[in-house]
């Protein structure tokens, strides 16, 4: 069975490297006909890849994006966290969290809070990390409510009839129990902030990558398009797979949760 399982995952790694190995050679082909405005070849977007690496000023973009997904991540779960958390604790607010501010927000675009935030902020970096957290503070809910639903009422009842206060039944069931779930929160949340990202920094940012795909799409210099494209797609994939994936394997063997 191990034998089987290990020749299927080469099977799957060799059919994943040749998908992406078939789209450079059809990219290449039609990089050769193509002005280079509309598509360029993979060659000349690493030529820019590489310019644009060796140049210190557009770091200083790189850290503004992250600086914006990392607060706003943060932002986003801790407000979150607290509105699923009273919800929970204070059953007349249930369905004004569950049933009118999570939906509201799970529904309303990403772009017009871009907007909204630029007539009440302006252009800076609050208006940016508002609108990415305001599209993201939905997972942080639903997954925080999820995280509270799964733990074993039995358990908070027995630490209750031994004399427990409820910040220590708080502090040693249930925050570790929602460890599991404020991960899992994160993870998603890093992901589906640099799509909103982009969007915010594009409208209402003065420096990230989405202020610089801006500039780039002014002056039709589309090998940068792609290259701020592949460094966000890069970032996401190495962080996710390098950092995050790690640690749900240490949760996993921690708390039973995969």
């Known amino acids: ?5 290990v020749s299927l995952e080469r099977r799957r790694r060799r059919v994943a490297h040749g998908v992406t190995l078939a789209f450079l050679a059809v990219w290449s082909v039609a990089g050769l006909t193509a002005p280079s405005y509309l598509l360029p070849s993979p060659w000349l977007v690493a030529e820019r890849m590489i310019e644009f690496l060796g140049d210190p000023h557009m770091w200083v973009h790189i850290g503004v994006s992250f600086e914006h997904i990392f607060v706003s991540v ?3 779960i801790v407000i979150g966290g607290i509105l699923a958390i009273l919800a929970h604790y204070v059953p007349v607010l249930r369905l004004a969290v569950h049933g009118r501010i ?11 809070w871009v907007l ?8 800076n ?6 609108a990415i957290a ?7 809910i639903i997954n925080t409510r999820l995280g509270l639903d799964s733990i074993d009422p ?27 779930f404020v991960f899992s929160t994160l993870r998603i949340c890093f992901g589906v902030a640099w799509k909103a990202a982009l969007t915010a920094e594009l409208f209402g940012g003065d420096a990230g990558f989405g202020h610089l795909f801006n500039l780039a799409r002014q002056d039709y210099d589309t090998p940068l398009v792609l290259v701020i494209i592949t460094l966000m ?13 790690p640690v749900q394997a240490f949760l996993a063997a921690h708390y039973e949760f995969a």
């Open 1 to 5: 069975m191990i034998t089987a399982a």
């Open 154 to 180: 039995d358990i908070v009842e027995m630490a209750h009839s031994f004399g427990r206060s409820g910040w220590i039944r708080f502090r040693l069931i249930v925050l570790p129990a929602l460890t599991p």
């Open 74 to 76: 943060l932002a986003s």
């Open 102 to 112: 999570c939906p509201f927000l799970n529904s309303f675009a990403g772009t017009g």
């Open 125 to 130: 970096d609050f208006t940016v990390v508002f």
């Open 116 to 123: 909204l935030a630029i007539l009440w902020f302006g252009l």
């Open 134 to 140: 305001m599209v993201l503070i939905p997972f942080a």
């Open 233 to 245: 797609i890069a970032s996401v994939y190495a962080i996710d797979r390098y950092v995050f994936e």
